[in-house]
């Protein structure tokens, strides 16, 4: 017996000694108080860790600069019941810190309490904490009805997408382009729907949308709220056959504007804006012609009353045809609080005049952040000499053509902050995208 126990200690230090770990890096640009939400693929983290190393997945820990563990969670975002490439791994941070994997298989999966409440109701899935409270639809679009003192609609149909286009589009064939539809995913069939369940970190949405009646298209909408209301969505489009769209259009709907009157607009100086150029312009002095910009810190940007259109220069919406930036958001002074999108990294610009209107701009117009694609080119076009000839004006060549395996993917940071006043909220939105834009895993 003692024999016996000699070797199977000798065999314990022996495996203990040859076990090994991989270190990951993930690296921030640290510029506010605000913890960082990271979101990682397991699919990147497999790529990072390399096949030739036996990973045992339950000793998956993350390390912050002070040597101090912090919580995170894997979610089943593939649905499929089990750990697999396509899930997600979701966790907070306060900086730089690291991933360690282990191929030790005696390590087990670590466990943290939750921080949030689950409740089921007739209109859907509430969830929320001491910070925060939310509604999940039946889409699993998202709307904030509190966020910390604040209650009312802080922000409506996070996950929601706008597509318009020619409905059994026969292009290709004959020239034609069928008939014209538009939708949103308010519209759509659902095919899965599932909240999962709530980690220590955040609580994730999953909804599977059919686009009909844009056949053989496919929504799949993964939104995770943070437990400080901070939310990561993505929008993936599956195109299982040919499409011609005019329209698509990631969103969110009604930030602050429903909460009180004294709203506002704001963001960075468009790097492009068509209205601007039209007019021999540039952005900046197009915006500060309707009182419209704002210093701070010796840099303009652009504020103006969220509901008023602000006088376009042609059509309706507030702005459009205008280039993506690194932020914007909606701000009530009187309610001290905010809802901003943030790029995860900063939209490049073209400079060939087509290439940029036919890819992704943003558009507010009716209470909406709307970001994609967006290909409808009117006539003040060829009115302006700026812009004459710079898009082509026949109908047929407008639209986006999606083939069968082309996807689609939009994928955002939505901030709810707390900010004194204007100049504050544009200073923290600032370094909040700095923050967002520079994390870096395993580089």
Known sequence: MKKFLAVFLVLFAFTILMAETIEIPITINKTTDSLVPVRISMNKLLDLVGIDFDANWDSIRFIDEEGAEVPYQIDDVDLNGKLSSGDYILVMLSGN???????????????????????????????????????????GLVRFEKFESVE????????????????????YVNGELGKHEEKTSGDFKVKEMKVLPAGPVAVTVVSRLDCDPFVGLEQIIVTSIFKNGDVISSNHFVFKTYADLMKLQNMIT??????????????????????????????LEYWAERNAIMNVNGKPYIVFPATDSMKPLWWGATYIFASQESWRSNYSPSKGIGVAEINPVKPIVYVNYEKWVNGNTWVY???????????WIPGEFEIYESTAGNVSTEMSDWPARFKAGDEVTFERYYDLYKSLNIPNAIEYLELRAIEIQSITIGE
């Open 254 to 283: 009604r930030p602050i504007t429903d909460l009180s009157d004294d709203a506002v607009h704001m963001l960075p100086v468009f790097r492009r804006l068509v209205w601007a150029d039209q007019l021999n312009i540039t952005p």
């Open 152 to 171: 009312g609609t802080i922000v409506d149909e996070i996950g929601i997408a706008r597509i318009a286009g020619w409905v059994g589009s026969t292009y």
């Open 365 to 375: 117009e009716s209470r909406e952040f709307r970001d994609g694609i967006f290909k």
């Open 97 to 139: 810190a690291k991933v360690v994997v282990s191929d030790d298989f005696s390590v087990e999966a670590p466990t943290y309490d939750s921080d949030f409440y689950v409740n089921k109701t007739d209109d859907g899935v509430i969830v929320g904490n001491l910070t925060f409270r939310a509604r999940i639809n039946n889409k």
